[in-house]
């Protein structure tokens, strides 16, 4: 017999439950507590990835039995040691419809990333915030090809990582356009690179709010470059957020 219970009754009690063998149990009792279970259970999912966890979870998708948990995905987590685990799992986030923020971190040091074969983000419709953090790209245009397929709902970027310097032939290559009118906030680490990445596709990352996450071997505390940014974004930019690893730097930023 099914329960009577109210849906908000329900989420109360899944709300208690803490720990998953107890929302394992709630989601076999009845039909009503299966779809709120599972929501509990898969919102928030963070991957280790590695050549067979990848197939694993294509096989999970494409199954009948597993296929339903992707649609409660809201949080994706993405750890990987070789990139190429990664550019497996980008065909597979398509299931992934309901995905709000996506995040990929390296395990260690990687190889450089290229990306060319990844399909677009923009199948992603609901994604709000992407974090790209640590991560090696090799090319310039790479970077940028991330960018341009992200759909329009993005607030929040979280930047860090290097691009790899580039000659001054490919320097001149002109840069995709890069359109992302909503975006609320950008955090970003101003070093290995990404400034000057940010200088060649014409400062075209704009938000109000500008968050400078800076590291404790960073050489240059402020670099020049981030004044141009500054003057670039003109009276776009209401809020500058800056965060320093040591006091040099600190000192450095009070005398400008």
Known sequence: MQPRLPPEIIDCI???LVDKPALLICSSV????VARSRHHLFCSLHLRLTRSRVLRLKYLIESAHGSGFVAHVNHLHLVYADSAHLVELWHLLSHFTRLQSLSMVPAGQTDAMRLADMPPLIQLPLLTDLRVTKVRFRWYTDLAMVLTRVGACLRVLHLSGSVESVSKYRRKIKPPKITLPNLECLRIAPSG??????KWN???LRAPR?????GKDDEEAIPSLLWDYFDALGARLTYVVFSFDNERQLGECEQH
């Open 193 to 198: 690179g990404l400034l000057d990445w940010l």
């Open 14 to 16: 899944i709300d208690v």
């Open 30 to 33: 009845a039909r009503t507590w």
């Open 210 to 214: 500008v968050e400078l996450i800076f």
């Open 202 to 204: 014409g400062w075209a």
